[in-house]
Structure formats: structure tokens, C-alpha cells
């Protein structure tokens, strides 16, 4: 069954970029590893290079994983709010035009989670 809302609902978010001195909250969910059962957030900088957000904070969240260490970053896709995203690895958050609240997912052709059970 539609719902409809019978007035518009006008309202400052209580999560704006604002709120955050500048950061931007950032969502980075890994496909077929299901042993991280949702997305991570982080408040990013917008001069932080890519390649120090996968360096430092995904590293730190994601390299428990066994696949971690086998990812090769030349070769990973991603996507940006369900659209295909390819980032610069030298680029900055703003440069690659990463917004506040966006959603990046990344995967690894070829990995498959532990034996290849998408965990």
C-alpha cells in the first residue's frame, strides 16, 4: 500500500554537512563480505587523499578480513549512490567529488569472501 504524505515536510536536517566542522560523512560498504553485515561511516576530511582513507581508516575496519591483504586497487570496482565510481587513488575527497552521506561499495572480482561463501 502507497503512502502519501498530506503536507511537505520542510525541516533543517539535524545531520548536515554543518554539523560536522566541515567533515563529510562518508558510507563504505565491502560486496561479498558479509562478515561486515553493513556499511561503516566515517567523517572524512575533504583534503584527505583516497589513498589514505584506504590506507588508514578501511584498512583499520576491513584488514581483519582474510581477503584484505589480496585486494589489488588497480583492479577493485566501485560504485558512488549505485552509480559506477572510479576513483583517482591520488585525489582528494572533495576532488572526486565525494559529497556528504554519500555511499561508496567496493568489490574485488575474484573474491569471494571466506571459501568463497561471500562471509
Known sequence: MTVRAIRD???EPADSEEKFQGARVVY?????HLMFSSP???ALPPDLLFADFLA???NNT???HPDWSKIDWTKTTWTKNDEVFLP???GTI???GIAHKDALRFNMPGLGGIGGLGI
Do not use: I, P
Open 9 to 11: 515536510y520542510v525541516f
Open 28 to 32: 563504505v560498504g565491502w560486496d561479498g
Open 40 to 42: 561503516y561511516a566515517w
Open 56 to 58: 588508514d581508516q578501511l
Open 62 to 64: 576491513f584488514g581483519s
Open 88 to 90: 583517482d587513488l591520488n
Open 94 to 96: 572533495v576532488n572526486l
